[in-house]
């Protein structure tokens, strides 16, 4: 019997798409995390689609995150400490040109890397942040909730988000950077449950005083979320652990109790809301509730008791609207007035306010924007960080559901850690900054190496060892290991076919057919790239471009041997033939990887754009030349580099 392989599906893209990769805070440079956890991927997958969708039809955005309370604590910092002379929104500006600065230096391809305060972008932004309150509002998703917020008794003042921090109060979290309603890792909860609460403006124990302020009713959703979450794990490629995630935030609320601090089981209980008991913990009670009322009754109760608790993660009302002078200016309504939005809903829409900025910039009518976030036929991918699941994947997608937007798909990476520590600018592992790894790798480098590192399965350590004392380095740098199969590998590949050719065929290419193997091989790694790309496996790509070229090199460099010794030219113009096949399935693949290395190899091989282009992606190269007998090749010169070494690597390598 004969069987007949089954010809590959091939994933569908969409024909609109934008891409957004996070929103930096506005008080530092971008330090490595920036670009290797988020930044990277984000860019190497919005020119893919460029290639795979047409330029036209991809929008690439993000920005710096102007407002909010950390940059007003940096800001205040920074005066204080007189290293500083200028306004605030000086202050922002300054971080902004340096943040797209390095953005530039890592070859990121942002179609525009705006600022939520700043130019054009900042008054649409504004326009924005009130069209989505009053889109919230007329749906009756919002309510006024008069909530304790931190006084500071001695310097006689409500204190932001960051200027309080104590111990997370969710069961389980070891975090003690919390601040007043959200800790480090993303845990969201009401001020009242902050552990240990401190002033970092005086040291002392904050008062609490009831404030005002609108907010979403993101507890309602959880039914609604709970069924996006059923949808995107039968009949999507979402992260698992991304789901995971959220469902931790849907389930009802929960209060911890430890047993030893419980005398008397029953009569606690009898002074509880009505809820139901777990008690399968050697070491604590779970307590659950039917809603948030209900368990912050029974918080009161064991405040009363002085019983210490935790509560569970649950969805708890998200604050739209806050009291800092620096942020967007909040509408007036019922009689709320002189405030300001919150950074975190704010930044939620930002993309939003930057595609229209981009696309007002290019002419394009007003509503433009909606056939890129709204349109059955587009797809938004957002690129986030781990911590910033529960924002990106609950609220924004609640929030977009009472709008009537459509969901954005969330590409969620793991931390990338630092010498196997999370680092933080706020830590006391300090993170390397961006700019200062370019000063002994090239962008393609630590392009390479950030995609191979695998972080939509884990978080994984990133180890450069120039960061190392002398005396602790051991064997080949990893930061160079995925780079080589350019620098080293690839380099060495093209140089062999262009001298070759060059030498025995006085520079033009044997017009030959390809052979079926060679054909079939890049046919599958084709395909394999496109599926990887699809799933963001972007570890897996760089998987496809080392058994891609190291098999080229293999077949290369035996088969000129070979023909060498036999003096065989026929086996060498296929070998050619072959190999500058090879290079060009190679070229179009790296190309969203390692762009200017790629742009090189193109000016060589003489050809036009559509070596990238994926409606020619099964092309052979003579089928991309207008007049394959005649074409020339540009001269290659001795000893050319197409991906280059870092000059410190080349220096290091001459001793």
């Excluded at 969805?315 to 609207?321: A, D, K, T, W």
């Excluded at 760089?542 to 003096?567: E, F, S, W």
């Amino acid at each position: 019997m004969e069987y007949v392989k089954e010809p590959r599906k091939r994933p569908a893209f969409p024909k609109r798409a934008v891409v957004t990769a996070g929103m930096p805070y506005g008080n530092k440079e971008l330090h490595f995390g920036h670009i290797g956890g988020v930044f990277v991927h984000a860019d190497t997958f919005a020119r893919f689609l460029r290639d795979r969708i047409g330029a036209d039809n991809v929008i690439f955005v993000s920005g710096t995150d102007c407002y909010g309370s950390p940059i007003l604590e940096g800001y205040r910092k920074a005066k204080e400490a007189g290293t500083f002379e200028g306004t605030i929104e000086d202050y922002v500006r300054k971080n902004h040109e340096a943040q797209k600065d390095t953005l530039n230096r890592y070859e990121i391809s942002l179609n525009l890397f705006a600022a939520s305060a700043l130019g054009r972008a900042g008054e649409i932004h504004r326009e924005v942040s009130r069209e989505v309150f009053e889109g919230l509002y007329e749906k009756g998703t919002l309510e006024k909730l008069s909530s304790p917020q931190f006084y500071d008794p001695k310097f006689k003042c409500l204190l932001n988000g960051r200027q309080v921090i104590g111990k997370c109060p969710i069961q389980g979290c070891q975090s003690e950077k919390a601040y007043a309603d959200e800790c480090d890792l993303g845990h969201q909860y009401m001020p009242t449950e902050l552990i240990d609460p401190h002033s970092t403006l005086s040291g002392l124990t904050p008062e609490l005083v009831d404030v005002t302020n609108w907010y979403y009713k993101l507890e309602d959703c959880i039914p609604m979320m709970q069924s996006y979450v059923d949808d995107l794990r039968a009949n999507s490629n979402a992260r698992k652990f991304m789901l995971t995630t959220i469902e931790e935030f849907l389930k009802p609320p929960y209060i911890y109790v430890q047993k030893k601090f419980v005398e008397d089981l029953d009569a606690l209980r009898a002074k509880f809301p009505a809820h139901e008991i777990i008690d399968d913990n050697k070491n604590s009670y779970t307590f659950v509730f039917k809603n948030l009322d209900d368990r912050d009754a029974a918080r009161k109760v064991l405040d009363g008791m002085e019983i210490n608790y935790r509560t569970g993660k649950t969805l708890v009302p998200f604050r739209l609207s806050g009291n800092i002078e620096w942020g967007v200016p909040f509408p007036e309504k019922e009689g709320l007035k002189d405030l300001t939005f919150w950074v975190w809903p704010e930044s939620l829409w930002a993309p939003i306010s930057f595609s229209r900025a981009y696309l007002e910039s290019k002419g394009a009518d007003p509503d433009e924007w909606k056939k890129y976030w709204n349109s059955d036929d587009a797809t938004v991918y957002q690129f986030i960080g781990q911590d910033n699941i529960s924002f990106y994947g609950i609220a924004q997608q609640a929030m977009w559901e009472t709008l009537g937007l459509k969901k954005t798909f969330l590409v969620p990476n793991n931390h990338i850690l630092f010498m196997n520590k999370k680092a933080s600018s706020s830590g006391s592992i300090k993170p390397p900054m961006a700019k200062d790894l370019l000063e002994y790798y090239t962008a393609e480098q630590m392009r390479m190496h950030f995609l191979s590192l695998g972080l939509a399965n884990k978080s994984v350590s990133f180890d450069p060892q120039v960061y190392l004392p002398e005396e602790e380095r051991q064997g080949a740098d990893p930061v160079l290991k995925d780079g080589n199969l350019l620098t080293n590998v690839f380099n060495k590949i093209i140089r062999t076919c262009f001298y070759t050719l060059q030498k025995d065929f006085d520079g033009k290419l044997p017009l030959r057919d390809i052979s079926e193997s060679v054909l079939a091989e890049a046919k599958d790694a084709i395909l394999t790239y496109e599926q990887n790309m699809y799933d963001h496996q972007f570890h897996k790509i760089t998987y496809v471009l080392d058994t891609l070229i190291r098999n080229m090199n293999k077949y290369l460099v035996n088969n000129l041997r070979t023909a060498d010794a036999n003096n065989d030219m026929e086996l060498k113009a296929q070998v050619l033939a072959d190999a500058f096949y090879g290079i060009r399935v190679a070229t179009a693949l790296i190309h969203p990887i390692a762009p200017t290395g790629c742009e090189k190899i193109r000016e060589y091989l003489n050809v036009d754009e559509r070596i990238y282009n994926w409606d020619y992606i099964f092309s052979t190269l003579t089928e991309l030349m207008p007049d394959p007998a005649n074409h020339e090749f540009k001269f290659l010169e001795p000893r050319v580099d197409f991906f280059k070494m870092h000059e410190t690597q080349l220096a290091a390598k001459e001793q």
